[in-house]
T-cell receptor, first 113, second 117 residues
């Protein structure tokens, strides 16, 4: 039973445009959400997070939005750059980040120059 | 040098063989994890350990065992490897929020690619 789902396995976006990656979850006990970025031949690295007490968190070009009623979060990257081409995983956890993470299946983002 | 080091980075083995993947960290974190990545399935948790005397099963622990030899070392064993254990395996560490990390932030090694023939 996949508790965290990323329904788009891949996404292509023109350089300079907005990239929007989506993630849905089913477990209402999740209260903290994270996005990780993974380049080939490297381990995933933390990108941005959001607590369930917020509906938006911004860090430079990256913004995460959380819709608790819909159990949906999204990552916006604007403007998209070629270095953003990677696999993006969303993850969820409880106890405001103190429990183990459950990851989604990942979305491969390709930025077209 | 990497803060989280996995060995071996690549391994090809045969069905039925015993395999050990090792992970060591210099971050001083108390929590360590083993994940596997498969195409279309994302990252799935195999085992995790919140301190040296704590071992917990994750989503997919069948066919695997772990040992937390010290705070800095966490090894994953496949007692009798089978082809569907062919995957990319990641070790990760974490600590408490505020100790140089965000809440829930994991620090991953570079991965160990295992192929079971």
């Amino acid at each position: 039973d996949q508790q965290v789902k990323q329904n788009s396995p891949s996404l292509s976006v023109q350089e300079g445009r907005i990239s929007i990656l989506n993630c849905d979850y089913t477990n209402s006990m999740f209260d903290y959400f994270l996005w990780y970025k993974k380049y080939p031949a490297e381990g995933p690295t933390f990108l941005i997070s959001i607590s369930s007490i917020k509906d938006k968190n911004e860090d430079g070009r990256f913004t995460v939005f959380l819709n608790k009623s819909a159990k949906h979060l999204s990552l916006h990257i604007v403007p998209s750059q070629p270095g953003d081409s990677a696999v993006y995983f969303c993850a969820a956890t409880g106890n405001f980040g103190n429990e183990k993470l459950t990851f989604g299946t990942g979305t491969r983002l390709t930025i077209i120059p | 040098d990497a803060d989280v080091t996995q060995t071996p980075r690549n391994r090809i083995t045969k069905t039925g063989k015993r395999i050990m993947l090792e992970c060591s960290q210099t971050k001083g974190h108390d929590r360590m994890y083993w994940y596997r990545q498969d195409p279309g399935l994302g990252l799935r948790l195999i085992y995790y350990s919140f301190d040296v005397k704590d071992i917990n099963k994750g989503e997919i622990s069948d066919g695997y065992s772990v040992s937390r030899q010290a705070q800095a070392k966490f090894s994953l064993s496949l007692e009798s490897a089978i082809p569907n254990q062919t995957a990319l395996y990641f070790c990760a560490t974490s600590t408490h929020q505020g100790q140089g990390a965000q809440a829930g932030e994991l620090f991953f090694g570079e991965g160990s690619r295992l192929t079971v023939l």
